[in-house]
């Protein structure tokens, strides 16, 4: 729910759309703040850092002012955004049914740290996405075949970009991940080129990029089933110390 105040916007993350328990998927509010910049265009890429977990069921303050979006709660600094002149790279397609077949290897079916997470924790079918990455044969690749549910849209119908920046994050950090490893975003870039459809079927597919001292690098894309891209993203996790 929200109240708009002028530039200024109260924000409450329902605990639907959580990653760590008790606090929101970090894709989904990168998506929440970057829709504050640029609504529904998608002329650019959004760089959106995390600060601070964001809390849920909490009233939270986003502010849009010029190229720059920012989330706080009280005097904490928790999200912000700001347009980047960026092209990102995608990892390369994998057709639908390779990507769900890949799903069989996914780590967090022998471990997963959040297993109530919005986007690749073990929820009920409609009520959390259910992406399972698992490593694609012959290739340095992850998969999973997205089903997208049709409890995921706006008012409108329309799955909002929340939801695809949901999609695209967790993906980049299981390119990395055995079982019951895990990191927090620390960073999310994407751009999205073309709507998701409630009830489409998607690739979803990351790969790993590197690693420096607890920074973990991946990128990961979504793929129509035709291999029409959908949308791309790059991430910085950070492993805790």
């Given at each position: 729910?929200?109240?708009?105040?002028?530039?200024?916007?109260?924000?409450?993350?329902?605990?639907?759309?959580?990653?760590?328990?008790?606090?929101?998927?970090?894709?989904?509010?990168?998506?929440?703040?970057?829709?504050?910049?640029?609504?529904?265009?998608?002329?650019?890429?959004?760089?959106?850092?995390?600060?601070?977990?964001?809390?849920?069921?909490?009233?939270?303050?986003?502010?849009?002012?010029?190229?720059?979006?920012?989330?706080?709660?009280?005097?904490?600094?928790?999200?912000?955004?700001?347009?980047?002149?960026?092209?990102?790279?995608?990892?390369?397609?994998?057709?639908?049914?390779?990507?769900?077949?890949?799903?069989?290897?996914?780590?967090?079916?022998?471990?997963?740290?959040?297993?109530?997470?919005?986007?690749?924790?073990?929820?009920?079918?409609?009520?959390?996405?259910?992406?399972?990455?698992?490593?694609?044969?012959?290739?340095?690749?992850?998969?999973a075949g997205?089903?997208?549910?049709?409890?995921?849209?706006?008012?409108?119908?329309?799955?909002?970009?929340?939801?695809?920046?949901?999609?695209?994050?967790?993906?980049?950090?299981?390119?990395?991940?055995?079982?019951?490893?895990?990191?927090?975003?620390?960073?999310?870039?994407?751009?999205?080129?073309?709507?998701?459809?409630?009830?489409?079927?998607?690739?979803?597919?990351?790969?790993?990029?590197?690693?420096?001292?607890?920074?973990?690098?991946?990128?990961?894309?979504?793929?129509?089933?035709?291999?029409?891209?959908?949308a791309a993203?790059?991430?910085?996790?950070?492993?805790?110390?």
């Amino acid at each position: 729910m929200t109240t708009a105040a002028g530039l200024q916007t109260v924000v409450t993350v329902p605990a639907r759309f959580r990653g760590p328990e008790g606090s929101a998927n970090g894709g989904w509010i990168a998506g929440t703040v970057s829709e504050a910049l640029h609504g529904a265009r998608h002329d650019s890429a959004v760089e959106v850092t995390l600060h601070a977990p964001t809390p849920l069921e909490s009233e939270l303050d986003l502010r849009q002012l010029a190229n720059t979006a920012t989330l706080t709660h009280g005097e904490t600094l928790l999200v912000e955004a700001i347009t980047v002149a960026e092209d990102i790279e995608a990892p390369a397609f994998v057709p639908f049914n390779e990507a769900a077949h890949a799903e069989r290897g996914f780590a967090g079916l022998t471990g997963h740290a959040f297993p109530g997470c919005f986007a690749c924790g073990m929820r009920e079918p409609g009520d959390g996405l259910r992406i399972f990455p698992g490593r694609v044969e012959g290739a340095d690749l992850v998969a999973a075949g997205w089903r997208v549910p049709m409890t995921v849209t706006d008012q409108d119908g329309v799955v909002p970009d929340a939801v695809v920046w949901a999609a695209l994050d967790c993906a980049t950090g299981w390119a990395h991940f055995g079982p019951g490893e895990f990191a927090l975003l620390g960073r999310l870039t994407a751009r999205v080129h073309r709507r998701v459809y409630p009830g489409g079927t998607y690739s979803v597919v990351a790969r790993a990029t590197g690693r420096e001292g607890r920074k973990l690098f991946g990128e990961s894309a979504i793929y129509e089933v035709d291999g029409t891209l959908v949308a791309a993203a790059k991430a910085t996790w950070i492993v805790p110390a």
